[in-house]
Every structure is written in structure tokens, then in C-alpha cells.
């Protein structure tokens, strides 16, 4: 990570904007801010920035669209902030794009360390020199982030990529949730396991007639490999 670190911050809630921007000025994080969903879509459109934190529930526009928005322009790394912790929450949030997503009230270190995993990840996604990976029918291009499978373009989430190509990457070699949390997400101390198995559920139904080539090791984890 080049320079310094910017971050855009969508919240309404002052208290919980000004706690986040102590923490980011210990890191010398530069932050932006905005106060509601359709001041934060403009902030946006207007300033380059590395990572957005993004509350769910805002005032003019929500989290869930703000969110879907800029997924339609930007693959930036997002990281959604809820004060609910539903499993249906988080489910519709990676739908969206979002590349993370933590339940208030939190600590400003987890956050921290949260944005520095995504922009680990970022920096080696853009670093990678692979182009074309090929694992039996499915066909990963690294460069553009596409997925194709029998000719049709398969639309996946940033870590529903970044899951398949890391498995890709390592077949046959079977991954517990911890290991995958650090390797994907880039940390394991805050991560939920569940986070995986979320993942992986929805990944093997987008691969459709190829959602076996993801075989779970009932106690252990999972692994990619070309059935025989």
C-alpha cells in the first residue's frame, strides 16, 4: 500500500464518525466524510479513495443501494457497519459487493486491522501477473476478474472471486475455515467461520452444474479439485 491510506466514511451518526476518524488518524489514514447515502454517493463520484466504511441505515439513500451503486462502477473494497448481526443482513450485504461487514457497537482497532486485511488483498490482487487459470471447465481470467464457465460469464462477488481463485490456486488442498479467513480475508482473529461457509454456499450455487468441483471435508474444511 502506497502513500496514505484513504477512506471514505458514510455515516450519520457523529459520534461514531469522529471514533473512526481518531482511529484512522492514528494509522494517518486520510478520511473523507459524508453524513447520509446520497452525500456519500456524490463524495464518491468525486474523490478517489482506497476503501469506503459504509453504515447500512442512512438518511436519503441506504447502505444496501449506496452500496450497489458503487459496486456498478468500482471494485474499491467496501465494508459495511450495522447494528444488526442477522445472518440475512450479512447474506444481502455480499449479494451487494460488500467485501466485509462488522455489527456495532465494535472496536476502532477491529475496524483497523479490517481495512488493512482488504487492502493487503487488494495490493496482491493487483500485483498478480496471472492471466488465464483453467481449472476443468471453469476458466479464471486474473486480470479482468472474470469467471466463465461453458461460454457464459458467471457475475461473482469481489470474495466470491477471491475464494475461488484461492482455491483454485492450491487444488486438492484441503483448507479449514481459519485458514481461508486469513488467506481470503486476510485476517483471523475477528473473522466469523460462518463468513466461509456463506461464501461457499453461495459460490457452489453460482457454479451451478459444477458446484462439486468445492468438496467439503465434513470436520475439517474444503478443497477444489476436478471430480474423476
Not at 471453469?138 to 461473482?156: A, F, G, P
Request: a negative charge; proline letters at 3%.
Amino acid at each position: 500500500m502506497d502513500g496514505n491510506i484513504k477512506v471514505l466514511i458514510i455515516e450519520d451518526e457523529e459520534k461514531m464518525r469522529e471514533l473512526m476518524k481518531i482511529a484512522f488518524k492514528k494509522e494517518s489514514f486520510e478520511t473523507f466524510e459524508a453524513v447520509d447515502g446520497k452525500q456519500g454517493l456524490s463524495m464518491f463520484k468525486a474523490t478517489e479513495v482506497d476503501i469506503v466504511v459504509l453504515d447500512v441505515m442512512l438518511p436519503e439513500i441506504d447502505g444496501w443501494t449506496v452500496c450497489r451503486e458503487i459496486r456498478r462502477v468500482s471494485n474499491v473494497p467496501i465494508i459495511l457497519l450495522t447494528a444488526r448481526g442477522e445472518e440475512f443482513d450479512k447474506l444481502f450485504g455480499f449479494e451487494l459487493g460488500a467485501d466485509d461487514y462488522i455489527v456495532k457497537p465494535f472496536s476502532p482497532k477491529e475496524l483497523v486491522a479490517r481495512i488493512k486485511a482488504l487492502l493487503r488483498r487488494a495490493d496482491n490482487r493487483n500485483n498478480d501477473s496471472v492471466h488465464n487459470l483453467q481449472i476443468g471447465e471453469i476458466v479464471i481470467n486474473r486480470l479482468s476478474r472474470e469467471v466463465i464457465i461453458d461460454d457464459q460469464l458467471i457475475n461473482l462477488t469481489n470474495k466470491e472471486y477471491e475464494l475461488l481463485y484461492f482455491l483454485a490456486t492450491n487444488p486438492k488442498i484441503v483448507f479449514n475455515r481459519e485458514q481461508l479467513l486469513l488467506k481470503v480475508w486476510g485476517y483471523e482473529q475477528y473473522g466469523d467461520p460462518r463468513t466461509v461457509d456463506t461464501h461457499v454456499k453461495k459460490l457452489r450455487e453460482k457454479l451451478g452444474d459444477y458446484s462439486n468441483y468445492i468438496s467439503t471435508i465434513w470436520g475439517v474444511g474444503y478443497k477444489l479439485e476436478v471430480p474423476r
